[in-house]
Structures are given as structure tokens and as C-alpha cells.
């Protein structure tokens, strides 16, 4: 599966921005999806992620509460809502695929297919 991400731009803190991230290939509603995050000089860190049904969610304590992800797997997106946007939200986020829940939802090593990557900018 190939995935594309946009959604992303500059924001005033307390801001929202929506993410979407669109998937090429017929197996996308038996991916589990993520959203990660990196700023420069950082490590990639997780963000979200929901299980191929959306049945199951996850998410980083520093989002929870503020971001929310879903799925549409009719039309092979993810979305991640993003709201009160902090300025240590600015990030290059990341749409990820894995087809196999072996390892922790958490965990990058399982993901196999990777997006292109968004800008998000908060200003304060």
C-alpha cells in the first residue's frame, strides 16, 4: 500500500488542522494505521494509531484529548483532527501502514509503508 499525507500548513495555537492521508492497493482495510511526528533534531515519535476496523485506538499522552483519528476505508483514508494545537505540536507528521499487529502499536519497526510526511506549524 502507498500512502499519501496533506492537511498540513500553519496554525495559531488553539488552533485545528485536519490530516487526512490517502492509500493506493486493495488491502488498505486490512492495514492498522499510525500517525507519528518528528521535529528536527529528534527522534520520531507516535502519535495515534486505529486497528484495520477502527475498532481499537490509541494515542500519545501528549495528544490525548486534543487529537483525534479515524478511518474511512470505504474511501482508503485516515484522517487525524487536531485541535488546541500547542506550538510543541510543530512537527513533520507521518501516515504509517503495518499489516501485522506482532509488535507494540507504538513501535515504528512495525510499520511497513510510510507516507511522504506534512508540515505542521503552530505559532504561538
Known amino acids: 500500500v502507498q500512502l499519501q499525507a496533506s492537511g498540513g500548513g500553519l496554525v495559531q495555537a488553539g488552533g485545528s488542522l485536519r490530516l487526512s492521508c490517502a492509500a493506493s492497493?486493495?488491502?488498505?482495510?486490512?492495514?492498522?494505521m499510525g500517525w507519528f511526528r518528528q521535529t528536527p533534531g529528534k527522534e520520531r515519535e507516535f502519535v495515534a494509531h486505529?486497528?484495520?476496523?477502527?475498532?481499537?485506538?490509541y494515542y500519545a499522552d501528549s495528544v490525548k484529548g486534543r487529537f483525534i483519528i479515524s478511518r474511512d476505508n470505504a474511501k482508503k483514508t485516515v484522517y487525524l483532527q487536531m485541535n488546541s494545537l500547542k506550538p510543541e505540536d510543530t512537527a513533520v507528521y507521518y501516515c504509517?501502514?503495518?499489516?501485522?499487529?506482532?509488535?507494540?502499536?507504538?513501535?515504528?519497526?512495525?510499520?511497513?509503508?510510510w507516507g511522504q510526511g506534512t508540515l505542521v506549524t503552530v505559532s504561538s
Open positions: 504509517a501502514a503495518r499489516a501485522s499487529p506482532a509488535r507494540y502499536y507504538s513501535d515504528q519497526q512495525g510499520y511497513t509503508n
Open positions: 486505529i486497528t484495520w476496523s477502527g475498532g481499537s485506538i
Open positions: 492497493g486493495r488491502t488498505f482495510s486490512s492495514y492498522g
